[in-house]
């Protein structure tokens, strides 16, 4: 055996019995030390590295108990021949492949289509303003709960009930949903509230019908449980019910308040004709209203949930658009026909958001916190929303398609002029600028791009702008 391999530090925070014990190992793990090697005994090393019998004697023990040595009474302590086997096994082999389930086969593919871009870069669409957030609130409601131990306990899959409540009656003042605490669930994100909801209502082949063009993400839900998908045309009145036909689906996923990615507002006319063609043919509605509210036009349209005679409509909304994403609680508004299935699912998928998340959030609802944070946001997003049209139409190259809803516009460019090459560019430049052609699953296909205005100051929009227009 070679000590001076052996580096002991004296200094180190770490104790010298676990140093020891270390460098013994890696010495015998490198071959530094062969197999069947007599180690130094406890004398000897204290000799040559200064140690104390007992520092000695411990990395010892640990190493024995390891497997890496074994001692021989009244003869000595070797390197254990364990490496000899294990290097007479490790002869080069192919590697075997993977094999993993259907179900996870199925999401791998479904990956292709979602997107969930995380660098906050200019105009990024679907992210609020981040660095706008009330942190300071938003940690003072964390402080003023009571941490019982309710609290630690395993969270209700259904949510915290008083900030079910409090969604309930947020929904029921500004946006017409009468419903109860009891039919409010609560999700972890709004791709957890999908996933619950396709988990719980389709079977595989079943009929979905999507917007065309699209939101990817829930596609690729829909997808992953094997449904058929079948998209229908959206344009300036939202998407096209009359392209049903007389297509009977298990569910219809729409965005009627603000479409994504297009901004269209589903005008009335066609909100009566998709209730009426579920009611016809007893499919379900998922209505997304995942970025209600900010409305800049003072008229918001009520939602579908609201106009519905039936129990047929399902409500989604999130606090990902309206406050950060990275809270990761979103909630849907379900029939009580649903309930207990849904809770059921909920149950044993586990996948709910905790509940001193879902308290502290209640507690910003309950203060009045969350709804001065709306106001204020919706003048802030408006006046962002309103420079950066300004700033895009003032040089002609693009034409602004603004709903005046939401924190997105569609900014189309000129013909001949490639939207995934301007976003590729853009990218390079430091810019997130989705091609709206992207979001497209078939036919005619509109050249723009996705323009995130939320997020971004509007000094730092006008420098973004410009760049734009050099790519263009």
């Known amino acids: 055996?070679?000590?001076?391999?052996?580096?002991?530090?004296?200094?180190?925070?770490?104790?010298?019995?676990?140093?020891?014990?270390?460098?013994l190992r890696e010495a015998i793990r490198s071959g530094a030390m062969e197999p069947g090697e007599r180690v130094f005994s406890t004398r000897e090393l204290r000799t040559h590295l200064g140690l104390s019998r007992n520092t000695i004697v411990d990395a010892f023990e640990q190493l024995q108990a390891e497997g890496y040595l074994v001692t021989v009474r009244g003869i000595g302590t070797f390197v254990a021949d364990f490496q000899r086997q294990r290097s007479a096994q490790r002869k080069p082999s192919a590697v075997p492949s993977v094999r993993t389930s259907r179900s996870a086969e199925r999401s791998l593919k479904a990956c292709g289509l979602a997107r969930n871009l995380h660098e906050t870069k200019p105009f990024r669409p679907g992210v609020p303003a981040l660095d706008l957030f009330p942190a300071a609130q938003f940690k003072r409601c964390f402080k003023s709960e009571d941490w019982n131990a309710d609290f630690w306990d395993y969270p209700d899959p259904q949510g915290y009930e008083p900030l079910r409540r409090e969604i309930a009656r947020r929904l029921r003042q500004t946006r017409g949903v009468e419903c109860s605490a009891d039919q409010v669930?609560?999700?972890?994100?709004?791709?957890?509230?999908?996933w619950l909801l396709a988990q719980t209502l389709l079977n595989a082949g079943e009929t979905v019908i999507v917007e065309d063009p699209g939101y990817p993400s829930v596609r690729a839900t829909f997808a992953a449980h094997r449904a058929k998908i079948v998209s229908a045309p959206v344009d300036e009145a939202g998407i096209d019910v009359s392209a049903f036909g007389r297509r009977a689906a298990k569910l219809a996923y729409v965005t009627p308040s603000h479409q994504y990615p297009t901004g269209a507002v589903l005008s009335l006319e066609r909100r009566f004709a998709l209730l009426e063609w579920s009611q016809r043919y007893g499919s379900w509605i998922l209505e997304d209203d995942y970025d209600s509210e900010f409305n800049y036009t003072g008229r918001p349209q009520q939602a579908l949930y609201g106009l519905s005679q039936t129990a047929?409509?399902?409500?989604a909304g999130t606090f990902s658009k309206v406050l950060a994403p990275s809270l990761r609680v979103s909630y849907i508004v379900v029939p009580h026909s649903l309930r207990e299935s849904l809770r059921a699912v909920q149950l044993v998928s586990g996948s709910y958001p905790g509940t001193p998340v879902q308290a502290a959030l209640a507690r910003f609802m309950q203060a009045g916190l969350f709804g001065r944070h709306v106001t204020k946001m919706r003048k802030i997003y408006d006046e962002r929303r309103r420079i950066a049209a300004s700033e895009f139409c003032r040089h002609g190259t693009f034409t602004i398609h603004d709903s005046r809803a939401g924190l997105h516009f569609i900014a189309e460019l000129p013909r001949g002029v490639s939207d995934a090459h301007v976003s590729r560019c853009a990218a390079e430049a430091g810019l997130i600028v989705p091609a709206l052609s992207s979001y497209y699953y078939?036919?005619?296909?509109?050249?723009?791009?996705?323009?995130g205005y939320a997020a971004t100051a509007p000094v730092r929009a006008r420098r973004a702008i410009a760049v734009l227009r050099g790519l263009v």
Do not use: C
Not at 1 to 23: F, W
């Open 442 to 451: 078939g036919g005619a296909r509109r050249n723009g791009l996705v323009i």
């Open 1 to 23: 055996m070679k000590v001076s391999g052996i580096a002991i530090h004296r200094t180190s925070s770490v104790a010298l019995n676990r140093q020891l014990t270390s460098a």
């Open 185 to 194: 669930f609560v999700t972890s994100g709004a791709q957890g509230a999908f």
């Open 312 to 315: 047929r409509v399902i409500y």
